[in-house]
């Protein structure tokens, strides 16, 4: 090679050439040089320059491939990142490689990375979003209020019903029970009912009512000096057509709440189904009206004192019996323990009230009360008869009739204004069951029988 070289002049050199990937850049920058004239994979002849060779630096660089392809590895960190680089899968632009992509393609990339930046967003404000402070608490007592509620005992009968039934006027009527009379109307539906003779052996009823309103009541008839202090304990409007003597001359003195129908024709009328003097008919609406007009807007009393039912296993007293005057006027009883209450009949048949569409019920009272009251003849009458004086107040032994058994003890009544007040032999308040009562005056304890 030395020899060459002194000659200085070019040699022709046949070379083939080739492309090996994987080591280019391994030769000397001179080599490299005269690589560049190589444009092919050609056989070529070429003008080699001895003197811009260092041969022996070259000598000892030059490799051939298969030396190069004989390397177990390149060690050169910067020949490998080369190598990487000149990859085509690794070296890809991202904005390249969206392009490329396909309208649908680009759409699902856009809602991933909308997702995942909107939970990045998330997890960064739950981790760096401010602390609450801490508030101290301190525990606080409820007082719960009690419920309103929407019924009330009834001032009258105990049963439950508006707050505003108490507040109503109490209405007392009078009503008759001659065998002309029968079957009367709005009975069943009075919350008391008072019994007792009017003259001659003939009985006569008093419904007090301020529950319910019926609309046919009947027939009305004239009143009496002790069905009026009866009145007068449940500060009730006195309704009846006339009245005894004694009677008118009381409720003048005594300052009774009156609802004459001599002075209040138009809140009466008389039917035509019904012969004088027993078709005189009212209703609590047109009797309210009066009330109204007169100012009577309210009644103030002390009604009696209710319970629950609690119907006897063993009735004592299923049957009861009433004398007054007679079989045509006597009441009786008989006890029903499924409705715990008293199917009432009178001169051998039920006894009945009718409405004005003609429907029929049975009396059922809830509490059968017979008061032993002193009975004396009073004036006569215009027909020759008695009136009946009963003596109201005072008191007296007293038979009460519930749940099929019977409590005995006392009545009592301190003056016309007073509640009749029931007590037994230890003085204690007899409770009566919420319902109906009817209270019937006798004579004598022997005039009460049951079994």
């Known amino acids: 090679m030395d020899d060459i070289k002194k000659q200085n002049k070019p040699i022709k050199i046949k070379v083939n050439h080739y492309t090996d990937k994987e080591n280019e850049g391994i030769v000397s920058p001179k080599s490299q040089l005269a690589a560049e004239s190589i444009k092919s994979n050609k056989e070529d002849e070429v003008d080699i320059d001895l003197n811009d060779i260092d041969l022996e630096s070259e000598s000892s660089n030059f490799k051939t491939p298969q030396q190069a392809s004989n390397e177990d590895a390149i060690t050169d960190p910067k020949i490998d990142s080369e190598v990487e680089e000149d990859s085509p899968k690794k070296n890809r632009n991202p904005f390249k490689w969206f392009k490329s992509l396909t309208t649908k393609k680009k759409i699902i990339v856009i809602i991933i990375g909308l997702i995942l930046i909107g939970l990045i967003a998330a997890g960064s404000y739950y981790v760096l979003r401010p602390k609450p402070a801490q508030v101290a608490t301190k525990k606080v007592h409820v007082i719960k209020k009690k419920a309103v509620p929407t019924t009330v005992p009834s001032n009258l009968t105990g049963l439950p019903v508006d707050p505003s039934v108490n507040k109503r006027t109490v209405t007392a009527v ?116 009066v009330e109204t007009a007169k100012g009577w807007t309210s009644s103030s009393y002390t009604g009696f004192i209710r319970k629950a039912d609690t119907p ?140």
């Open 312 to 451: 006897s296993k063993t009735p004592t007293a299923s049957t009861i019996n009433l004398h007054l005057s007679g079989p045509v006027y006597d009441p009786s009883y008989v006890y029903n323990p499924k409705t715990n209450n008293y199917l009432r009949s009178e001169y051998g048949s039920v006894h009945t009230e009718v409405d004005a569409t003609g429907t029929v019920t049975n009396i059922t009272p809830k509490v059968v009360v017979a008061m032993v009251t002193p009975l004396s003849q009073g004036a006569l009458d215009s027909s020759g008869a008695y009136y009946s004086n009963y003596n109201v107040i005072g008191s007296g032994q007293v038979y009460i009739f519930q749940d099929g058994t019977v409590t005995t003890g006392t009545w009592s009544k301190t003056s016309n204004n007073a509640q009749i007040t029931f007590t037994d032999s230890a003085s204690n308040p007899i409770k009566l069951n919420a319902g109906q009562t009817w209270i019937t005056a006798v004579s004598s304890t022997t005039n009460v029988s049951y079994k």
């Open 174 to 289: 009078m009503i008759e029970n001659s065998t002309d009379a029968r079957p009367q109307s709005g009975l069943d539906q009075a919350g008391v009912v008072f019994e007792a003779i009017a003259e001659g052996g003939v009985t006569r009823f008093m419904g007090v009512f301020q529950d319910t309103q019926p609309g046919y009541i009947g027939p009305v008839r004239s009143a009496r000096p002790y069905y009026v202090s009866w009145a007068l304990g449940f500060d009730a409007a006195y309704a009846h057509v006339g009245g005894s003597p004694d009677a008118l001359s009381d409720i003048q003195n005594w300052n009774v709440r009156d609802i004459n129908q001599f002075y209040n024709s138009s809140s009466f009328q008389r039917v035509s189904s019904r012969a004088a003097p027993h078709n005189v008919y009212t209703s609590i609406a047109k009797l309210n009206d």
